[in-house]
């Protein structure tokens, strides 16, 4: 059964930081790519950051490069994303989700998503 539960969002100042956690079922977590995308009000959705599960290679949005970073925790089943310097324009709700592969080819294709952990920015 392909499941995500994400945690770890909350308040942050600017130039703050916070990490996300996703939670994999044990069969998500060895059978998909993890990524984790976020959506704002009156934005597009935007996939930020994507691992693969076979090489270990991994893909950034431009405007997260140099500031997120992602990661996997293989005994834990958990994907996390490390977010430093925040800014406004990280506020978002974030999902990670399943089928990233193709975000940096330009897909939008998401597979299955989590219900999401709120990021605010704010002094």
């Known amino acids: 059964q392909v499941q995500l539960v994400e945690s770890g969002g909350g308040l942050v100042q600017p130039g703050g930081s916070l990490r996300l956690s996703c939670v994999a079922s044990?069969?998500?977590?060895?059978?998909?790519?993890i990524g984790w995308f976020r959506q704002a009000p009156e934005k597009e959705r935007e996939g930020i950051s994507c691992?693969?599960?076979?090489?270990?290679?991994?893909y950034y949005a431009a405007s997260v490069q140099g500031r997120f970073t992602i990661s996997r925790d293989n005994y834990k089943n958990v994907v996390y994303l490390q977010m430093n310097n925040l800014n406004y324009d990280d506020a978002a709700v974030y999902y990670c989700?399943?089928?990233?592969?193709?975000?940096?080819?330009?897909?939008?294709?998401?597979?299955?998503r989590g219900q999401g952990t709120r990021v605010i920015v704010s002094l």
């Open positions: 044990e069969y998500t977590f060895n059978n998909y790519d």
């Open positions: 691992l693969s599960r076979t090489d270990g290679s991994t």
């Open positions: 989700a399943t089928d990233c592969g193709g975000w940096a080819l330009g897909s939008r294709y998401i597979g299955a």
